[in-house]
């Protein structure tokens, strides 16, 4: 029978470890001779040296090689999507519906125009964007030439709006048959509106049924016409100050009558007939009024 392996006391395990940690004969520190832990060490300073330098060429080369303001990968869409506020949507559609003589319905749509025209203070506008832009003319900014490495933006007040600014009438017309809308291109980043230099797009409004009920469309600014200085758009970082040009549109209608409408931005680069995309360059709603 194969004999019983003795049991080692604490203080011989101890001894043990002690050896193990420092061998006064082969003057090895835990196994290794000081020279061997010198080796080892360089070893991997030059390994983690060479790691380290390696991950920052590549954060470099990546930093380099992308802009900060514009995604190298972004889906491009030719045509820009149309909005148009009050933005009170149904199931599926923007209705917009109210009542003229209730109080609390003309306070509900106002209150929704008044708070997405708050960007368009002129004060704001004033301190945001204090730059002179020619009219007519794309507002190209090859430099970076705004302060804190910024493009400079082209100032939009709400008095643009005219009538429809909410300035001298507060309830947007919403306390009678004649509401204000407005309408918004979305952005895209460095799209151009025109192929043709001077060719500004503008809004176009079309009864689509109803049109006995409509009896006046009116547009602000005058001709319901984008000015080109507001573009190209150059993205959030780049302009952070940007504000998108906007067309109201006051509808006259006969009481209690409603009216389906599509406003398009017309331009020679901007496509409406995408059964994909029913707000690429128009937006359709509805408009009724109750008495």
Same mark, same amino acid.
């Given at each position: 029978?194969?004999?019983?392996?003795?049991?080692?006391t604490?203080g011989?395990r101890?001894?043990?470890?002690?050896?193990?940690?420092?061998?006064? &004969?082969?003057?090895?520190?835990?196994?290794?001779?000081?020279?061997?832990?010198?080796?080892?060490?360089?070893?991997?300073?030059?390994?983690?040296?060479?790691?380290?330098?390696?991950?920052?060429?590549?954060?470099?080369?990546?930093?380099?090689?992308?802009?900060?303001?514009?995604p190298?990968?972004?889906?491009?869409?030719?045509?820009?999507?149309?909005?148009?506020?009050?933005?009170?949507?149904?199931?599926?559609?923007?209705?917009?519906?109210?009542?003229?003589?209730?109080?609390?319905?003309?306070?509900?749509?106002?209150?929704?125009?008044?708070?997405?025209?708050?960007?368009?203070?002129?004060?704001?506008?004033?301190?945001?964007?204090?730059?002179?832009?020619?009219?007519?003319?794309?507002?190209?900014?090859?430099?970076?030439?705004?302060?804190?490495?910024?493009?400079?933006?082209?100032?939009?007040?709400?008095?643009?709006?005219?009538?429809?600014?909410?300035?001298?009438?507060?309830?947007?017309?919403?306390?009678?048959?004649?509401?204000?809308?407005?309408?918004?291109?979305?952005?895209?980043?460095?799209?151009?509106?025109?192929?043709?230099?001077?060719?500004?797009?503008?809004?176009?409004?079309?009864?689509?049924?109803?049109? &006995?009920?409509?009896?006046?469309?009116?547009?602000?600014?005058?001709?319901?016409?984008?000015?080109l200085?507001?573009?190209?758009?150059?993205?959030?970082?780049?302009?952070?100050?940007?504000?998108?040009?906007?067309?109201?549109?006051?509808?006259?209608?006969?009481k209690?009558?409603?009216?389906?409408?599509?406003?398009?931005?017309?331009?020679?680069?901007?496509?409406?007939?995408?059964?994909?995309?029913?707000y690429?360059?128009?937006?359709?709603?509805?408009?009724?009024?109750?008495?």
């Amino acid at each position: 029978m194969a004999t019983l392996k003795e049991k080692r006391t604490c203080g011989q395990r101890c001894e043990d470890f002690g050896h193990f940690v420092w061998n006064s &004969e082969n003057g090895t520190f835990m196994g290794r001779t000081p020279l061997k832990w010198i080796y080892i060490s360089l070893y991997y300073v030059a390994f983690y040296v060479v790691m380290t330098g390696l991950f920052s060429l590549a954060i470099w080369v990546l930093l380099y090689t992308i802009s900060p303001y514009t995604p190298d990968y972004q889906d491009r869409l030719k045509s820009p999507g149309v909005m148009v506020w009050p933005d009170t949507y149904g199931e599926e559609i923007v209705e917009i519906t109210y009542n003229s003589s209730d109080k609390n319905s003309c306070v509900k749509m106002s209150n929704i125009l008044r708070k997405f025209l708050e960007p368009y203070n002129e004060t704001l506008q004033q301190q945001w964007n204090n730059v002179s832009c020619t009219r007519g003319q794309f507002h190209i900014q090859p430099h970076f030439t705004a302060p804190n490495h910024t493009k400079w933006s082209c100032p939009f007040t709400q008095n643009m709006l005219g009538p429809c600014s909410g300035v001298t009438d507060p309830t947007f017309g919403y306390n009678s048959s004649r509401p204000c809308v407005i309408i918004k291109m979305n952005r895209i980043i460095n799209f151009l509106p025109s192929n043709r230099s001077g060719v500004e797009p503008y809004v176009n409004c079309t009864v689509l049924t109803g049109a &006995e009920n409509v009896q006046d469309i009116e547009y602000f600014p005058q001709n319901g016409t984008m000015d080109l200085s507001y573009f190209p758009y150059y993205g959030r970082l780049a302009q952070p100050s940007y504000v998108n040009p906007l067309v109201a549109v006051k509808f006259s209608l006969v009481k209690e009558k409603e009216a389906k409408i599509q406003c398009r931005v017309v331009s020679d680069v901007i496509s409406y007939e995408n059964i994909h995309d029913p707000y690429e360059g128009k937006v359709v709603f509805y408009l009724s009024v109750e008495s």
